[in-house]
């Protein structure tokens, strides 16, 4: 089990990367664990590359910094080819199926799902794909409690949104088998 877990996502600007590490730091917060959550973008914003990154801890946390992230998610190829190189060689990476995994990474630590055709033909919004991971990284590495994880969603959606963010949320959970699930658990004890 780990006591502190370095997560960055990565994305287009306007896909929600920043929200979606903002809810899982909040779901630590509820769930009784120490988080800190940081982003940085380029001018352009939205459509330009978007990094947010959190840590969460049992632990206090002393440092702010991610150095080497445990996980990575990547919404499109741009971030996933300047973001991937320096992650941890255990990182569990987690990208949109439509991506082409650079030929360095593990196969057996990346998880291909289809987040924003999920979003866009289940969910109905293709702006809902943070959502949809958020859902896809949590019963992966079971970090934290699905009430927590609600909590954290609650907190951080426009009010009038919860119905198709609560769909998008068990939409990306559906896309994580059982056996995804207990091979990748991270959670933090």
Same mark, same amino acid.
């Given at each position: 089990?780990?006591? &502190?877990?370095?997560?960055?996502?990565?994305? +287009? @600007? =306007?896909?929600? *990367?920043?929200?979606? /590490?903002? %809810?899982?730091?909040?779901?630590?917060?509820?769930? $009784?664990?120490?988080?800190?959550?940081?982003? /940085?973008? @380029?001018?352009?914003?939205? =459509?330009?590359?978007?990094?947010?990154?959190?840590?969460? +801890?049992?632990?206090? %946390?002393?440092? +702010?910094?991610?150095?080497?992230?445990?996980?990575?998610?990547?919404?499109?190829?741009? /971030?996933?080819?300047?973001?991937?190189?320096?992650?941890?060689?255990?990182?569990?990476?987690?990208?949109?199926?439509? #991506?082409?995994?650079?030929?360095? #990474?593990?196969?057996?630590?990346?998880?291909?799902?289809?987040?924003?055709?999920?979003?866009?033909?289940?969910? $109905?919004? *293709?702006?809902?794909?943070? %959502? *949809?991971?958020?859902?896809?990284?949590?019963?992966?590495? =079971?970090?934290?409690?699905?009430?927590?994880?609600?909590?954290?969603?609650? &907190?951080?959606?426009?009010?009038?949104?919860?119905?198709?963010?609560? #769909?998008?949320?068990?939409? =990306?959970?559906?896309?994580?088998?059982?056996?995804?699930?207990?091979?990748?658990?991270?959670? %933090?004890?």
């Amino acid at each position: 089990m780990n006591t &502190r877990y370095e997560m960055r996502f990565t994305g +287009s @600007g =306007g896909q929600g *990367v920043i929200l979606a /590490s903002v %809810i899982l730091a909040e779901a630590a917060v509820c769930d $009784g664990k120490q988080a800190i959550q940081s982003q /940085s973008y @380029g001018p352009e914003a939205r =459509g330009g590359l978007c990094k947010a990154e959190a840590i969460v +801890s049992k632990e206090q %946390i002393w440092f +702010s910094k991610v150095r080497t992230p445990n996980m990575l998610l990547a919404l499109n190829q741009g /971030s996933l080819d300047k973001y991937a190189p320096d992650i941890a060689d255990d990182a569990i990476v987690i990208i949109d199926s439509s #991506l082409t995994p650079p030929d360095y #990474l593990d196969p057996e630590r990346l998880v291909a799902i289809p987040i924003i055709k999920t979003a866009d033909e289940k969910v $109905g919004k *293709v702006m809902t794909a943070n %959502i *949809v991971a958020v859902g896809a990284i949590n019963k992966l590495l =079971g970090l934290f409690s699905e009430e927590a994880l609600k909590e954290g969603i609650k &907190r951080h959606i426009p009010a009038g949104t919860e119905k198709i963010n609560h #769909l998008a949320r068990v939409e =990306g959970e559906a896309l994580i088998t059982d056996e995804m699930a207990e091979k990748f658990k991270q959670a %933090i004890d």
